[in-house]
């Protein structure tokens, strides 16, 4: 078996002063295995490692990472970006008239493979220190499907066009409105058919600067639907997004697929489930490696990833399988009555929200679903303590720990500096590091700089630091924002299992069904007119809820018989008829 041997970025020599070059058996019998560049930085050969895993062991940063290669895929590396850094091996392909999607964690390649399959990057087969030439590249694909996909692209014979993941650079990189932008790359529709598409009538002549991610999202979205292209790249697009938009968004690709190639990359496991035909899986270790699979039925794909082992390849790419519960009745035992709030307004100068009176129980979690713009994240402040409601009276005896939506590091030191100040005693008992550290691997950034986190790296900081507080009810806005699909389903079990283990609450506003189908106890529903007016009620028992708040999205689930989780019907399929004509929007 071939080892790789992968060094992190944060790989800090100067301050171990290289400690993993002394405890290296081949140093200390005179060969050189690991030796030290002209900046002081450890370079550790792959011929002489002998993978022994001591120096993982003592460092103490989790900078080295050794993979035993398998056989079957050792003389498949794709690409690599310099000495003991990230590599990824095998590529998808995409297929005309089919929705192809790309499933693994942040961090694993699935960005690097689209700059691969467009052209911007060519393979260099390991080769970084003397890259190959395209025409040797095709000579080593030949024969391959994904020689054949190559060879047009090279040719400037695919037209590509590529909705980029980071929408919020946007306003960095493009000055004006989206009117101007979309009227520059207007192909394959007007600007005014991709406003009534992606509903950006009322932001067309605003600057971009002042567009919420939601709204820079959709105008990306239009911007790559417009371009005349035969391969279409989405990265992440539904990111920002309420399921509302999702929904549309999924159904715009649908329609785009019957006639062009669409590689979508998406975290939203329902909207991949409903929107693509086929995915491939990646697996590998974040910042380190991946690989993808072949490809799957999407049903399949999604099934094999939770299940977290790929029979057909007998590999096992995560410890634990993730499992969906159907909510059985709670016990009937009277719950405890923790906050009360009455009817509540919160009146600004363009919009109005109103919320029903009711009441959080205690060791209740309670899932928060709505549209975009339409008061959730109010509510959350008014419970918060954040934002005083216009009228009405609320309860505030009950302490609070809140988890912001928009999330701004201001904390000059280390994660774990962070966390030592905020909540020292706890953080060091054996509860944070089991129930809250390990499941949102949290070790690997203790550290890091806290302005230096990436999104999903901060979310999940924000999110611990959140659960690390004393609080009776905890109140967390879209914590599944920036997290790929396996961080989101171990976030909502870390969540639920606090909650249970402390008997506290929680309120959790977020979009991704999966993730509030795993967290919640009971639901409040916000409806209404997005940047107008909300109507919220609530809590309701879960069923009633979801139903309430599907069939205003018309949208019905089922129950995957294999793995339990929810998964949306086609529409007018006979599953999506039958549940309609008995009400039954979640699932029956």
Known sequence: ??????????????????????????????????????????????????????????????????????????????????QNSFRIYRLPVPKTGLVTGILGPNGIGKTTSIGLLSGKEVPNFGRYDNPPSKEEVLDRLSGT????????????????????????????????????????????????????LLDLKEVIDRPLDRLSGGELQRVAIAATLM??????????????????????????????????????????????????DNAYLVYGSEGAYGVFAQPRQVRTAINTYLDGYMREENIRFRDTTIRFESHPPRD??????LMEFGDLECNYKQFRLKVEGGAIKIGESVGVVGPNAI?????????????????????????????????TPDFDGSVAELFMATAYEFFRSGF????IAHPLALRRLYEKKVMNLSGGELQRVAIALCLSKEADIYLLDEPSAYLDSNQRMEAAKTIRRVMEKKGRSALIVDHDIYFLDMVSDSMMVFSGTPGVEGHAGGPYEMRKGMNMFLEDIDVTFRRDNDTNRPRINKPGSRLDREQKEKGEYYYS
């Open 1 to 82: 078996m071939r080892i790789a041997v992968l060094l992190r970025d944060h790989c800090q020599p100067k301050k171990c002063n290289a400690e993993c070059r002394n405890y290296c058996p081949k140093v200390r019998t005179g060969v050189e295995a690991v030796v030290m560049d002209e900046a002081g930085k450890p370079i550790i050969s792959e011929e002489l490692c002998a993978g022994c895993g001591i120096c993982i062991n003592k460092c103490p940063f989790e900078a080295i990472k050794i993979i035993g290669l398998p056989a079957e895929i050792e003389d498949e590396l794709m690409h690599q970006y310099g």
């Open 375 to 407: 008061g959730k994240t109010t509510f959350v402040k008014m419970l918060a303590g954040v934002q005083e409601p216009t009228g009405g009276k609320l309860d505030k005896n009950a302490t609070v720990s809140y988890k912001p939506q928009y999330i």
């Open 145 to 196: 499907e994904l020689g054949d996909y190559l060879v047009k692209v090279y040719a400037g014979q695919v037209r590509t066009a590529l909705k980029p993941q980071y929408v919020d650079r946007l306003p960095a990189a493009v000055k004006g409105v989206p009117r101007d932008l979309l009227g520059r790359v207007a192909e394959r529709m007007s600007v005014d058919q991709a406003a009534e």
């Open 432 to 435: 944070f590091e089991s129930e």
């Open 332 to 337: 009937t035992v009277e719950m405890v009555t």
């Open 227 to 276: 371009k005349d292209a035969d391969v279409y790249f989405f990265d992440e697009p539904s990111s920002y997004l309420d399921i509302y938009q999702r929904i549309r968004m999924a159904r715009l690709i649908q329609e785009l697929a019957k006639e062009k190639q669409v590689v979508v990359i998406e975290h939203d496991l329902a909207i991949l489930d409903f929107m693509a």
